[in-house]
């Protein structure tokens, strides 16, 4: 299941609309991230959430798609990680 956090119309479910206990992805937003060293720094900050299975930091977008077990983390504490 994907879902994008600009998608108004996300299925219903858990928080933010991510069902609890699925896994899903999601593309942050994470801007000010310049530099490839600035690209390890976000992959590593989010890697370290628990519950997140992959990341993959696109400098040049200024995202982050990271692929995650909703029953550990949510999209919310994954924001704020990249705050």
Known sequence: MAHREDAPNAPAGGVDGVPVGK???IVLHVGRQYRA?????????L???PGVRLVEANPVAQTATVTF????????E?????Q
Request: glycine share 4%; charged share 30%.
């Open 47 to 49: 890697g370290r959430r």
């Open 37 to 45: 060293s600035e690209k390890a720094v976000v992959e590593r900050v």
């Open 23 to 25: 896994v899903a992805s």
């Open 69 to 76: 077990d909703t029953a550990q983390t949510s999209v919310a």
């Open 78 to 82: 994954l924001r704020r990680c990249v």
